[in-house]
């Protein structure tokens, strides 16, 4: 693993253990070069994803702006940061397990929405705000209108 302050590539392990529920190794590491330490995880990862955007692009799957999205959704509501984790990596499985090799951002947006309703209505509100580009307050009343018809 190469150090992320100097780049030498003659890191050392320190410590290994389970993290997310047994779903990733933690690793703790050290650089002889310049003495800095870091963390690193380990994930099983069951499939390469390519992400089709709206605009026709196409890009790696990014588990951090998943992560990052659902942070944002989430932030200051009473969930945890382990939580959060093991709802990414549910996400995440279930696209590897689910979809093919090649995933629209609707379809991950759309998976991200339903288990942000389960989790917390919020946080849903919050992220379909954003995912569904409202515009006006008349948006939020149309989707909150939808959320107490269903």
Do not use: H, W
């Amino acid at each position: 693993m190469k150090c992320p302050y100097c780049g030498s590539e003659d890191t050392q392990v320190k410590d290994s253990r389970p993290a997310e529920d047994a779903a990733a190794i933690r690793r703790r590491r050290s650089c002889p070069a310049c003495g800095s330490r870091f963390t690193t995880f380990e994930r099983v990862q069951l499939r390469e994803l390519t992400v089709l955007k709206t605009d026709g692009r196409r890009a790696p799957f990014d588990r951090e702006k998943l992560a990052r999205s659902i942070r944002v959704a989430l932030r200051k509501r009473p969930i945890d940061e382990d939580r959060v984790e093991r709802i990414v990596n549910g996400i995440q499985r279930r696209l590897e397990m689910e979809a093919e090799a090649e995933v629209t951002s609707r379809q991950i947006g759309e998976i991200v929405m339903e288990t942000l309703k389960e989790v917390d209505q919020v946080a849903y509100v919050r992220f379909a705000s954003v995912y569904r580009n409202f515009r006006e307050a008349k948006d939020f009343r149309a989707f909150l209108g939808e959320l107490d018809g269903k």
